[in-house]
């Protein structure tokens, strides 16, 4: 009971740092794109599976409450949820005082605690999903060995892999890790009618989002495919640069006690259920193995294996409830409160650095500043709307602002922060790999009619001059309206504002321009 009420406390404690934090910063370049799913859900997205955008339109009670606050309020619920789980893998793996140690791994770890239970994101709905699989597997395992009957878990399984997958199509690799499992340690499970009757249940979950791509002519797998070649062009760079970003994601200290557990447990001296053991490697491993093989010759992003590193979590939590019998260990007292003061941190620099983290020069500055993702856009509305009160006359009196981008971001920031406020109609026109979603969503958009005006804004950190496949369909493109963003008295980033004059027509109502 003492280690159950010390869980519920850490994630009272928790959650409630999360809700001040996401109150404070603005929504960041995903979060205002999958901001955009929620508008119109549909059974899969360009990028991703549907279920990040169900999360949105649930806990803003159908974009009633279309705030920071609320959007994130589903990552910050997930992780509450996943601590919890946490505790329960732990539970079941040892007792309860390795169930409270493993939900503080997950407390202490960058990428679980703020990157996906900060921020609302694929990942957020897909670790519950992922870690209730993994639950599922594990009471499989114990029940099958006592000769028990399982139904509830087998179903369980089916239907928690299939809505991971419809998180983020990561959640493919619980199969992947179970299948191995199964073949190398435990081949009796294949005799049972669950395992085939689960697997069916998650096909048919995830059917109408396999649908809706083959409608699409696979575009989604088309994207994604063409950012990820195997053997082709080896870079180092990448590789060192993904294993780092893994080690800061999951936290430094954490990720040596899991490398420390890993290794005991390979060893076969971490004292625990041995199927417990290689099921939880099974799971971790290959999606882990998986990306840092493709770090070898594509740029990778840390995030990616994040569930397979939150998997080995549970090694962690009996190595250390093995080793540190009586007391917690003073290294997971450090790593939260690394994270804990990590993240408060990163709020203030988005909040009150003083000039931009990055490139100080023109056309291009702010560059490589990541704190401008979630600052400025509200500054950026207010002084937006001042510049659409002084065009008193002409082309756009009679009509809302038409605004265009040519790339996903900014074109989340400005539907979400000018357009939708200032009731102006925004179409993001490129390609199809530059524009993502916004495809879609441009043919529910009227058309600007010809001889009619519209302004073209892009911001310095991401500069980008008004491309010729868009300035081409307009007889004439003013110099821009340039506006400074200042934090804490400097300046931090330029918006630039080109006034595109007298359209003549041909831009697809879709956007995809060639």
């Given at each position: 009971m003492k280690h159950r009420r010390n869980t519920i406390l850490l994630i009272l404690l928790a959650s409630l740092t999360r809700?001040?934090?996401?109150?404070?910063?603005?929504?960041?370049?995903?979060?205002?794109?999958?901001?955009?799913?929620?508008?119109?859900?549909?059974?899969?997205?360009?990028?991703?599976?549907?279920?990040?955008?169900?999360?949105?339109?649930?806990?803003?009670c159908n974009l009633y409450f279309d705030n920071e606050l609320f959007i994130r309020l589903g990552a910050v619920c997930s992780s509450a949820l996943c601590t919890w789980l946490m505790f329960l893998i732990g539970r079941q793996l040892r007792n309860e005082r390795t169930g409270f140690i493993a939900a503080c791994l997950y407390t202490a770890c960058f990428y679980s605690s703020v990157i996906a239970g900060l921020m609302i994101l694929p990942d957020s709905s897909q670790l519950i999903f992922w870690l209730l699989s993994v639950l599922m597997m594990l009471h499989i395992i114990e029940k099958h060995l006592r000769n028990e009957k399982v139904v509830f878990e087998w179903f369980g399984l089916g239907v928690f892999s299939g809505l991971?997958?419809?998180?983020?199509?990561?959640?493919?690799?619980?199969?992947?890790?179970?299948?191995?499992?199964?073949?190398?340690?435990?081949?009796?499970?294949?005799?049972?009618?669950?395992?085939?009757?689960?697997?069916?249940?998650?096909?048919?979950?995830?059917?109408?989002?396999?649908?809706?791509?083959?409608?699409?002519?696979?575009?989604?797998?088309?994207?994604?495919?063409?950012?990820?070649?195997?053997?082709?062009?080896?870079?180092?760079?990448?590789?060192?640069?993904?294993?780092?970003?893994?080690?800061?994601?999951?936290?430094?200290?954490?990720y040596v006690l899991l490398i420390i557990s890993l290794v005991a447990g390979v060893r076969r001296k971490l004292v625990m259920h041995a199927q417990d053991k290689w099921l939880l490697i099974w799971l971790g491993m290959p999606l882990i193995g998986v990306v840092l093989l493709m770090s070898l010759f594509n740029d990778t992003l840390p995030h990616w294996s994040g569930p397979g590193y939150v998997t080995l979590l549970g090694l962690t939590a009996v190595y250390l409830d093995r080793k540190y019998s009586n007391t917690i260990p003073a290294l997971l007292k450090w790593a939260t409160g690394i994270t804990a003061a990590g993240a408060i941190l990163a709020v203030l620099a988005v909040l009150y650095?003083?000039?931009?983290?990055?490139?100080?020069?023109l056309p291009e500055y702010g560059k490589h500043d990541v704190t401008l993702d979630m600052c400025g856009w509200r500054q950026f509305r207010v002084q937006f709307a001042e510049l659409m009160k002084k065009e008193s006359a002409g082309n756009f009196a009679a009509t809302p602002p038409y605004i265009f981008a040519d790339y996903w971001f900014p074109g989340g920031h400005l539907d979400f922060y000018v357009t939708c406020p200032e009731k102006a109609i925004l179409k993001v026109a490129g390609s199809q790999e530059d524009i993502h979603h916004f495809a879609w969503l441009n043919e529910r958009q009227p058309a600007l009619q010809n001889g009619a005006d519209a302004w073209y804004i892009n911001i310095s950190n991401f500069y980008n001059s008004p491309?010729?496949?868009?300035?081409?369909?307009?007889?004439?493109?003013?110099?821009?309206?340039?506006?400074?963003q200042y934090r804490s008295g400097a300046i931090v980033r330029y918006f630039y504002i080109y006034k595109l004059c007298g359209y003549t027509g041909g831009i697809p109502a879709n956007g995809i321009l060639q």
């Open positions: 809700l001040i934090l996401a109150h404070s910063v603005e929504l960041s370049n995903d979060e205002v794109y999958y901001r955009l799913y929620a508008d119109h859900l549909q059974w899969n997205y360009f990028d991703h599976p549907p279920m990040v955008a169900v999360f949105i339109r649930l806990f803003t991971c997958i419809l998180s983020k199509v990561h959640g493919i690799f619980l199969w992947c890790g179970f299948g191995a499992f199964i073949l190398f340690r435990q081949r009796s499970l294949l005799k049972s009618p669950g395992l085939y009757l689960s697997a069916l249940l998650c096909i048919l979950i995830i059917t109408p989002s396999f649908y809706w791509t083959f409608q699409h002519k696979f575009s989604t797998v088309a994207y994604h495919s063409s950012r990820i070649s195997f053997f082709h062009h080896w870079q180092p760079d990448s590789f060192f640069s993904a294993l780092g970003g893994s080690v800061l994601y999951m936290n430094p200290l954490v650095w003083p000039g931009s983290l990055g490139s100080t020069q491309p010729a496949a868009l300035t081409q369909h307009f007889q004439h493109v003013a110099s821009p309206v340039v506006i400074p």
